[in-house]
């Protein structure tokens, strides 16, 4: 996409969009890519956001530009505030996006003790 023109930020371009990202994270290849990612950052979850951030964000980008959003930082910024915007008037935004999230922040295994409490390690 060229110059400054920006897509239409209808719900239901959102919810496509946001529906093909999630489509991409699942891809046998992708899941392959962020697997390895967490493999290698074991329990830093610095590492692991070192690793799978640029992974998931290069996949969105990806998919955002295919849908008229430019394919960098920018684009991404942009559909985000789209997004967050829709997703306060349409509850199957707020879900894919609900689902879309733990893909950026990816939560670590953590151990508990027996009352429940995550133990620090």
């Known amino acids: 996409m060229s110059g400054d023109t920006e897509p239409a930020y209808t719900a239901d371009k ?15 290849e992708n899941v392959s890519k962020l697997e ?4 290698s950052a074991g329990n830093d979850m610095v590492k692991l956001m ?5 992974i998931v964000a290069q996949i969105q980008m990806d998919i955002i530009s295919k849908h008229g959003f430019r394919g960098d930082g920018e684009g991404a910024v ?4 789209a997004t967050k915007a829709l997703e306060k008037e349409d509850a199957e935004i707020a ?27």
Not at 78 to 81: E, K, P, V
């Open 95 to 121: 879900n894919l996006n609900a689902l879309v999230r733990p893909y950026f922040m990816p939560s670590m295994t953590s151990s508990t003790n027996q009352s429940g409490e995550t133990l620090n390690s």
């Open 50 to 54: 070192k690793t799978s951030f640029p």
């Open 78 to 81: 942009r559909f985000i505030l």
């Open 36 to 39: 390895e990612a967490r493999l």
């Open 14 to 28: 959102v919810r496509d969009i946001l529906q093909d990202v999630l489509a991409a994270f699942n891809n046998p």
